[in-house]
């Protein structure tokens, strides 16, 4: 920015911006300050000159099964990426959503403010010496499933079978959707 300073006399205002690629440190595109009188010969700026520095941003990596906001996975410092998983996924700390914040490393370069997550199915814990109509002990997030257990093993509370779903709560992952009674060895062995 250059200015012939004799030009500014007090009561004048002058208006100035960073060139493009370049940002205020306060995030301003512009700043108005004043010419103020202080005694009868001497004049200063009623605010202070932000130094203009260049635009530093953070990028997000494309991860499978993750949708980011922006799209892009590109902010600047000071602005945040919501991330979703695709259903039956979830984040790997057990939530649907979350988000990122772009903050200063240094002059040049942003960093996020936690690790970038990830993507996983979501699957309910495996049951003990069970199994299920589905050849599994694990299930994925939704799936309704039929639960005996193995040979040899009876359920605690001696039902026969337990019909459950592979739920999801927030911040916990997924889980089962009522509590299981335990496969424990039969006393008939």
């Not at 700026?45 to 892009?72: A, I, K």
């Not at 010496?129 to 997030?141: A, D, E, K, Y």
């Amino acid at each position: 920015m250059a200015t012939d300073w004799s030009i500014f006399s007090i009561g004048m205002s002058l208006t100035y911006q960073c060139s493009n690629g370049y940002t205020m440190t306060g995030g301003e595109s512009s700043r108005v300050l004043g010419c103020s009188g202080v005694g009868s010969n001497y004049a200063v700026w009623d605010g202070d000159f932000s130094p203009c520095l260049r635009n530093v941003n953070c990028t997000s990596e494309y991860r499978p099964y993750m949708r980011m906001t922006p799209d892009s996975g590109v902010v600047s410092v000071g602005n945040t990426v919501d991330y979703t998983c695709d259903p039956p996924y979830v984040l790997d700390n057990g939530d649907i959503t979350g988000t990122n914040e772009c903050t200063m490393y240094n002059e040049t370069h942003g960093t996020w403010n936690t690790t970038q997550p990830s993507c996983e199915i979501a699957e309910c814990p495996v049951i003990d010496h069970g199994r299920s109509n589905r050849n599994t002990t694990n299930t994925s997030l939704g799936t309704t499933v039929k639960i005996t257990c193995k040979k040899g093993y009876v359920f605690s509370n001696y039902l026969e079978e337990v019909i459950i779903r592979c739920e999801f709560i927030n911040g916990t992952g997924a889980v089962w959707s009522e509590a299981l009674p335990r496969c424990r060895e039969s006393k008939d062995n």
